[in-house]
């Protein structure tokens, strides 16, 4: 199988700040990965070079073979390259049902079969049973989904999510876990997951990379990684 992205020498430079150095990093399609590592690490950067939001200083980002680097945000959109963030853009005013209807109509303006699909992504996202509730009205975790939900109306196939369960109760946290496992199992959707959370990292049970100072630790299962003495130095063992 070909990877669904392939990153090779990945670099960025503020002025004189390192914040991603020389990361080769690889993910397959329907791969689930997690990102650990301390503050400043380098995690955040790393996601918005995979999504145009920054542009690298060396290296380059294969999305399904081809060369996107040099890529808007825009067109890696399009592409199915999507970062979610942490303030949802959602219609506060509006259903979770019509939040999603905009979204399908603006990404697939000339075909048919929208309902069935609005249908399908809310069922997805665990919003069915609310989909006449108004955005504003959902919980937090609820609108972090309907966030998602709006992604996949969008045809993600990469999602790229930056602490997903920030500020989640444990049972959202928990839910938001199952979610990204079903994306992926039931509709082969490739994720990156930066997480915080230790607890829900040990919960999505996907292989982990560790950064620290800009670079790749480590790289491996959950298991493997809470047991290298180096990443217990850098990270787990501070907590
Ligand atoms: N736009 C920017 N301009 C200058 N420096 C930046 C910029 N964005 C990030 N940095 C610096 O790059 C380094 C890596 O930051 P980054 O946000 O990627 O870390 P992180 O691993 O996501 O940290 P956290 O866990 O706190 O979210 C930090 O030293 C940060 O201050
Ligand atoms: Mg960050």
Excluded: C
């Amino acid at each position: 199988m070909s990877p669904i992205l392939a990153v090779q020498g990945l670099g960025k430079r503020f002025q004189g700040l390192v914040a991603n150095t020389d990361i080769a990093f690889t993910l397959q399609p329907g791969e689930i990965r997690s990102i650990i590592g301390p503050n400043g690490a380098g995690k955040t950067t790393f996601i918005s070079l995979i999504s145009g939001h920054l542009t690298p200083t060396t290296g380059r980002i294969l999305y399904k073979g081809s060369d996107v680097t040099g890529l808007s945000v825009a067109r890696r959109a399009q592409l199915g390259i999507a970062r979610k963030f942490q303030t949802p853009s959602l219609f506060d005013s509006l259903s979770a049902y019509e939040n999603i209807e905009l979204a399908v109509l603006r990404s697939r303006p000339r075909s048919r079969g929208h309902a069935a699909r609005i249908g399908e992504v809310l069922e997805l996202v665990r919003l069915a049973d609310q989909r006449h509730a108004v955005a504003k009205h959902l919980s937090h975790g609820q609108r972090q989904w309907l966030e998602i939900g709006l992604l996949l109306a969008n045809n993600a196939e990469l999602l790229l999510l930056d602490e997903p369960t920030a500020g989640m109760t444990a049972e959202e946290t928990h839910a938001t876990g199952i979610l990204v496992r079903s994306l992926a199992r039931e509709f082969g959707l490739s994720a990156i997951i930066i997480e915080h959370d230790i607890n829900f990292i040990r919960d999505l049970d996907a292989p982990v990379t560790v950064l620290h100072l800009g670079r790749v630790l480590v790289e491996g299962s959950f298991a493997a990684v809470a047991a290298d003495p180096r990443v217990r130095d850098v990270y787990l063992g501070n907590g």
